[in-house]
């Protein structure tokens, strides 16, 4: 079996790097597809190490071509996919992956972000616990984190509380659960307890921009004007002016003004 190398970019998502060559006796051709189909592989994931999605889709699309029952191959290409936006495609991909290779945990740890990012959250229940399941998923803490946040999705609080604060236990520095925590502390009213949280995050994580937003919503709810505008001038200046959070944002302020 192949070897993976693993590097984190997103929260929950796992993204690989450089995959070992194997060699294995094939007629002419197929060798010959093989080995560009590798040395494509290579390629995708290195731009994909650098950011680099457009040239990472390229080549890996050309990989996935040369070497299509390579479940590497198509799981790095779903984890491309859903750094574009694009989880219907990561979907595809990490099912792929999953048929070729029925123990690759991380990608039904991604499989399950997918279902997330398409609220279908039964599914993404689902592929996480899957994922729970391999004796080989060393970082459990963010199929939980997914669970969590679906529960919350489905209406279920409590148990969404219940599973982000395990994903916590196992690893006690993930800022985008300890935010999710805050958000369902913020929509139940208990101010104080997502205040707290959400003002550590400001500190460790001062670009954070949707805890920040979060932070803005607690004060403006304390009548905190001038702490709550200090807050939503910040998320504007973090995102995107077009995205949900600068709308949200500037909501707000037209609320204080």
């Not at 693993?6 to 080995?35: G, H, Q, V, Y």
């Not at 495609?89 to 029925?102: N, P």
């Not at 997918?114 to 803490?141: H, M």
Request: proline share 4%.
């Amino acid at each position: 079996m192949k070897a993976r190398v693993r590097w984190f970019a997103l929260p929950f998502i796992f993204l690989p790097l450089l995959m070992s060559l194997s060699c294995t006796s094939t007629p002419e051709k197929k060798e010959n597809d093989r080995r560009e189909g590798e040395i494509h592989m290579q390629m995708g994931s290195n731009y994909l190490s650098k950011g680099n999605i457009e040239l990472a889709l390229f080549e890996l699309t050309k990989a996935s071509r040369l070497i299509p029952n390579d479940p590497d191959v198509h799981f790095a290409l779903g984890t491309v996919h859903l750094l574009r936006e694009e989880p219907e495609l990561a979907r595809e991909e990490f099912l792929r992956t999953v048929e070729l290779d029925r123990k690759h945990a991380d990608a039904y740890n991604n499989l399950g972000y997918a279902y997330l990012k398409l609220g279908r959250w039964d599914e993404a229940i689902e592929s996480c616990q899957k994922a729970l399941n391999e004796v080989s998923y060393d970082t459990p803490e963010r199929a939980m984190t997914i669970i969590g946040w679906a529960y919350y999705k489905k209406g279920d609080p409590a148990r969404a509380l219940d599973m982000l604060s395990r994903a916590l236990n196992i690893k006690d520095n993930q800022p985008d659960t300890e935010n999710r925590i805050a958000t369902i502390y913020l929509e139940q009213g208990r101010l104080d307890k997502a205040k707290i949280i959400l003002k550590d995050l400001a500190r460790k994580v001062p670009k954070f921009a949707n805890a920040r937003l979060n932070l803005g919503i607690v004060y403006y709810k304390e009548r905190d004007f001038v702490a709550a505008r200090r807050e939503f001038t910040v998320v504007l200046d973090l995102v995107d002016r077009n995205s949900e959070e600068a709308r949200l944002a500037r909501g707000y302020l037209d609320l204080i003004e």
